[in-house]
């Protein structure tokens, strides 16, 4: 079935560093691929997404690629701040079919 | 997007007693989706609600449970009835426009 998969945390780096966090998926056709960021005692607020293979999301110095060859969308930033503190969602949603399938949420920590 | 609001933002409740959570969206839409979020966890779908029908679950939530109400395209409620500790959770809801889903800021419900 449909799924996605993200790397375990917590994720622990200096502020300035550089962030990956890594998502893959499994679905059939073209889903569209997104990042939420939930920071502590908030909702979901939506980074980014992606529509097509090759696309790819920027919001706030994040940025995601869709890569169909590797069913990946990892975020990346080129240098954390502390407040980018927060759990990161990866998320899929098959076309046409109005589900969205999400990934287990990693939580990052940015320390001065 | 959409500004989404809940109320309540949180509550502690008896066991045994139901709690109605209220989800209001400042444009109509025609899908409306409740998730259930346990500590430290990812977010579960418990159903959708579209105007005018019946909400349709998901496997493992029933409508005695957690009936669901939408009495037009910019409002609807979750109760979470008979509750019980394993209840305690954040509660959101969640609106979808253009492919997109946009989420409330949640509910947190302690039972006790």
């Known amino acids: 079935g449909d799924s996605v998969t993200q790397m375990e945390g917590p994720v622990t780096l200096s502020e300035e560093a550089f962030l990956t966090i890594n998502c893959t998926y499994t679905?059939?056709?073209?889903?569209?691929l997104f990042w939420y960021v939930q920071y502590p005692g908030e909702g979901l607020q939506l980074l980014l997404k992606a529509t097509k293979a090759d696309d790819k999301g920027s919001n706030k110095g994040f940025e995601a690629t869709y890569r169909k060859e590797t069913t990946s969308f990892h975020l990346e930033k080129g240098s954390v701040q502390v407040s980018d503190s927060a759990v990161y969602f990866c998320?899929?949603?098959?076309?046409?079919?109005?589900?969205?399938?999400f990934g287990s949420g990693t939580k990052l920590n940015v320390k001065p | 997007s959409a500004v989404i609001s809940q109320k309540p933002s949180r509550d502690i409740c008896q066991r045994g007693t139901s709690l109605t959570i209220q989800c209001q969206v400042d444009s109509q839409v025609t899908m409306m989706f409740w998730y259930r979020q346990q500590p430290g966890q990812s977010l579960t779908l418990i159903a959708t609600?579209?105007?005018?029908?019946?909400?349709?679950?998901e496997s493992g939530f029933v409508i005695d449970k957690f009936p669901i109400s939408r009495p037009n395209l910019t409002f609807s409620t979750l109760t979470v009835s008979n509750m019980s500790p394993e209840d305690s959770s954040i509660y959101l809801c969640?609106?979808?426009?253009?492919?997109?889903?946009?989420f409330g800021p949640g509910t947190r419900l302690t039972v006790l």
């Open positions: 679905a059939t056709g073209y889903p569209s």
């Open positions: 998320a899929l949603m098959k076309n046409n079919f109005n589900k969205f399938y």
């Open positions: 969640s609106v979808e426009i253009t492919d997109t889903q946009y």
């Open positions: 609600a579209n105007q005018g029908s019946e909400a349709t679950y």
